[in-house]
Structures are given as structure tokens and as C-alpha cells.
């Protein structure tokens, strides 16, 4: 599985944006991903995760305020944020993976396939 993220950019507070991470190879919905992020500084953390019967999860930093979704005609999973805070300044990255369980779900060394990143910086 390859994996593309895209949509990161600057923008400021109180803004939104959409990240798609899009798969290739061999894709369909039986893959988790997952959408985790990198400050300056900072350790990679979770952020939001999507099961294959899309059940969805988020790190308690985002939730009310971030979306993850998936488009398995599209082999495509989103990432709508609103609000944005300078604090969401980061790399972020796309993982998937065909064997999480709820458990491994916010552990990124779970996941053995990841995107390359996109970068997100939130001005104040």
C-alpha cells in the first residue's frame, strides 16, 4: 500500500482545512488509518483514526473540532479540520494498517504502512 497525503498549507486561527491521505496498491476498505501529527519539538501523537466499518476515534485535543472519513470508492480518507489553533501546528502524517485493534490504534509503531506528510502551520 502506498499512501499520498495532500491539503496541508498556512492558515490562520479559527480556520479550516482538509488533509486527504489516497491509497494505492492494494487498497479497499479493509485497511484502519489513522492521521497522526509532529510539532516542532515534539513526539509524533494520534490524532484521529478510522476503522474498515468506520468506527472513529480522536485524540481528546481535537475532538468537537476535527473529522476523519473515508471514501473506499475512492480509496481516500479525509481529514476535515475546523477551528484550527496555533497549537495544531505540525507535520501530519497518514498511516494505515490491516491488523489494528482498538488498542494499537493511537500507537503510530502499529502501523506499517505511512504517507509522507503534510505540512500545517496555524497562525495566531
Known amino acids: 500500500v502506498q499512501l499520498q497525503a495532500s491539503g496541508g498549507g498556512l492558515v490562520q486561527a479559527g480556520d479550516s482545512l482538509r488533509l486527504s491521505c489516497a491509497a494505492s496498491?492494494?487498497?479497499?476498505?479493509?485497511?484502519?488509518v489513522a492521521w497522526f501529527r509532529q510539532g516542532p519539538g515534539k513526539e509524533r501523537e494520534f490524532v484521529a483514526g478510522?476503522?474498515?466499518?468506520?468506527?472513529?476515534y480522536y485524540a481528546d485535543s481535537v475532538k468537537g473540532r476535527f473529522a476523519i472519513s473515508r471514501d473506499n470508492a475512492k480509496n481516500t480518507v479525509y481529514l476535515q479540520m475546523n477551528n484550527l489553533k496555533p497549537d495544531d501546528t505540525a507535520v501530519y502524517y497518514c498511516?494505515?494498517?490491516?491488523?489494528?485493534?482498538?488498542?494499537?490504534?493511537?500507537?503510530?509503531?502499529?502501523?506499517?504502512?505511512w504517507g509522507q506528510g503534510t505540512q500545517v502551520t496555524v497562525s495566531s
Open positions: 496498491g492494494r487498497t479497499g476498505s479493509s485497511y484502519t
Open positions: 478510522i476503522f474498515r466499518r468506520s468506527g472513529v
Open positions: 498511516a494505515a494498517d490491516s491488523n489494528i485493534i482498538l488498542s494499537s490504534l493511537g500507537q503510530w509503531a502499529a502501523y506499517d504502512y
